[in-house]
């Protein structure tokens, strides 16, 4: 299916919208928003960029949760199902949030539109346009003109669209476009060119061929063009020239100019740090702190803005009312340092993590059981709170507060602050 058949597909049953006129808004900007283009895509230095940033925060997984009274419950809903397997026929949820957040990366816009049959979500579609006009009806409702590249158009209300921004400063409505770094783009691809060129200029040679005595002008130039042919074409691979002792040769000296490593550094740092992004993180050579920065700095700020627009877009206010969310969450432990992730055991000890929660963080499948939590005592579940009880009655493990001579076992016994197991009783 082509752009135009997904387009029709889509929204072609879309009533035609009549009596719309473009917003206004306080900032006096024109709510138009345009694509940056391909040509910044085809820049390594931003095509490297963007991929770190996409790739990682492709990884976010979509929960839906529900609050009550100040729990949160999972629910295994269909929406759930469909943002983290296979938002659309065409894309994994891989694809689809690599697609959206690159978008956003590029353009400072990102757009998406939930499909729905029936009251249940069955798609969410990247809405890859070059071009959104935002407009508004008699009363005051909001809507989006999107064209595309095939010469198409279609208009949706705005409460239906999922829309991220970023750099949202300038106009009341959109991101304001990347100009900004446009300066540091026209340098590196100049610096490039000129690298090129350098390296081409090098392998000619330059001079002057110096005549002796008086030659006519045509005699002059059949000799230049002579000199070209036999030693200044590719044929000459040796790379010398032979002269009788008519003609002199002078050679010109011509050393090109080219930035040096550390100014071709800066040129690209500044791109990284537009986008928030380090070479560690380009190249994949991070530690744990560094991952951890750029988690916070990056990619947790691209994590909150969608949790938010897709939970208000997804949900209706009733929906919303009853504490429905949806969240897009990493697990950040598996970035951690080996040693790191073996300290978490003693989280696994106190039942604040269960077992298959921390084999997670190994990237470890489940275990039967490992949903549990577990107590060091005894690695009972949570629930069992008896404490066993030996013949004479008394409890076992002895006195908890491990305090000999107290001789108030059961003051001993409830004691919170005691280490279990610290003492017996003779």
Not at 154 to 167: A, F, Q, S, T
Not at 265 to 290: C, H, K, M, P, W
Request: aromatic share 8%; proline share 4%.
């Amino acid at each position: 299916m082509d752009v135009r058949g997904l387009v029709k597909s889509l929204f072609g049953r879309l009533t035609r919208r009549v009596g719309l006129s473009q917003v206004r808004v306080m900032s006096g900007y024109t709510p138009v928003f345009t694509a940056w283009g391909d040509k910044p895509w085809e820049a390594d230095v931003v095509r490297a960029a963007v991929d770190a940033i996409a790739r990682n925060g492709a990884k976010l997984k979509a929960k839906h949760i529900r609050r009550v009274n100040g729990d949160v419950i999972a629910v295994n809903s269909q929406l759930e199902r469909v943002l983290q397997v296979r938002p659309n026929p065409r894309m994994s949820a891989y694809d689809f949030q690599y697609k959206l957040i690159s978008t956003l990366l590029l353009d400072n816009n990102a757009f998406a539109y939930p499909q729905w049959e029936r009251g249940q979500l069955i798609a969410v579609w990247p809405v890859s346009c070059i071009a959104s006009e935002f407009l508004e009806d008699e009363g005051g409702n909001l809507y989006v003109k999107f064209y595309f590249a095939d010469g198409g158009s279609v208009v949706l209300p705005y409460e239906d669209i999922i829309h991220l921004r970023r750099h949202y400063y300038g106009n009341d409505l959109i991101g304001d476009p990347n100009q900004a770094i446009n300066t540091t783009l026209s340098a590196i691809h100049t610096t490039n060119e000129g690298l090129a060129q350098a390296i081409k200029t090098s392998a000619h040679l330059r001079g002057i061929l110096k005549f002796q005595g008086m030659l006519k002008a045509e005699d002059i130039e059949a000799q230049r063009q002579r000199f070209i042919s036999e030693y200044m074409t590719v044929q000459n691979t040796g790379g010398i020239a032979a002269l009788d002792a008519k003609a002199d040769y002078i050679e010109l000296k011509n050393t090109p100019l080219v930035v040096n490593a550390g100014q071709m550094r800066e040129l690209r740092d500044a791109v990284f740090r537009y986008f928030g992004v380090s070479e560690a993180i380009v190249t994949g050579n991070y530690n744990e702190q560094q991952w951890n920065a750029f988690y916070e700095s990056t990619i947790e700020p691209i994590a909150v803005q969608m949790s938010l627009e897709f939970t208000r877009k997804l949900f209706s206010d009733r929906e919303l009312g009853h504490g429905n969310e949806i969240v897009f969450e990493a697990n950040r432990l598996q970035y951690a340092s080996v040693s790191t992730k073996l300290a978490l055991v003693s989280m696994v000890d106190r039942g604040a993590m269960t077992p298959n929660e921390w084999r997670e963080v190994f990237n470890l499948a489940p275990i039967e059981g490992g949903d549990v939590p577990i107590r060091r005592l005894d690695t009972r579940p949570t629930d069992e709170t008896d404490i066993p009880q030996n013949d004479e009655g008394d409890e076992e493990g002895g006195d908890l507060g491990g305090d000999e001579g107290n001789g108030d076992d059961d003051q001993a016994g409830d004691s919170p602050g005691g280490d279990p197991g610290a003492g017996t009783n003779e």
